[in-house]
């Protein structure tokens, strides 16, 4: 049975509305069960309508809503039934193959909530970045967070400066610390913030 939108939310069939004029019970019926496992919550009830014709684009973009317009295999070579994530990463892959003049973007945030002698506050680490297009000649911003990183942390195993040995996570200020001053000299580094969490005076 198809799912029933008068059940839904008002910004969510507001926002199919408009995303997916025309579309048939079972078009409907797919963004629904989509979006009943999409998390709002921490969106304002005043943006709610926008983010979800965002999420709606972003599928029909995906061809979600095109079954005809995707060509997935199923199997692998040798014959056996392949994941739905191997299968569609492969979609993923040629709808979304970088042209040579576009740019990546990388945004990565962090977010800590800290308490101390019965005090909150929230600390945020943000880094946000734009990449070089292939036909630029230049890094991509992915290839270039990852590439100079590892490039840094093995300049230290060379000259000796990381004693310990053995497969490392970079916890230890000896590697991170001389890593993200390297970073940053290339423009490459995290912006935070502290705010300290309002608490409501009780009522008498």
Request: charged share 30%; hydrophobic share 40%; glycine share 6%.
């Amino acid at each position: 049975m198809g799912a029933d939108i008068s059940k839904t939310t008002e910004h969510t069939r507001k926002a199919i509305k408009n995303q997916l004029v025309g579309a048939s019970k079972d078009q409907e019926d797919l963004a629904l069960r989509f979006l009943s496992k999409v998390n709002l919550d921490h969106v304002h009830d005043s943006l709610k309508q926008e983010a979800t014709e965002i999420i709606l684009k972003g599928m029909r973009f995906l061809d979600f809503f095109n079954a005809r317009s995707v060509k997935i295999e199923t199997k692998d070579k040798e014959g056996k039934q392949r994941f739905y994530l191997q299968a569609f990463g492969d979609h993923l892959a040629k709808k979304m193959e970088m042209k040579k003049t576009d740019r990546d973007l990388v945004i990565m945030r962090h977010v800590f909530t800290m308490e101390k002698d019965g005090r909150q506050w929230q600390k945020t680490s943000t880094l946000v970045g734009v990449g070089a297009a292939a036909s630029e000649n230049g890094f991509s911003y992915m290839a270039a967070t990852v590439g100079f990183t590892t490039a840094f942390a093995a300049r230290l195993v060379i000259e000796g400066k990381i004693k310990r040995t053995g497969v490392l996570s970079p916890i230890y200020p000896e590697i991170y610390e001389p890593v993200l001053a390297e970073l940053e000299k290339l423009g490459i580094k995290c912006v935070e913030e502290d705010a300290r969490i309002a608490h409501e005076t009780p009522k008498l």
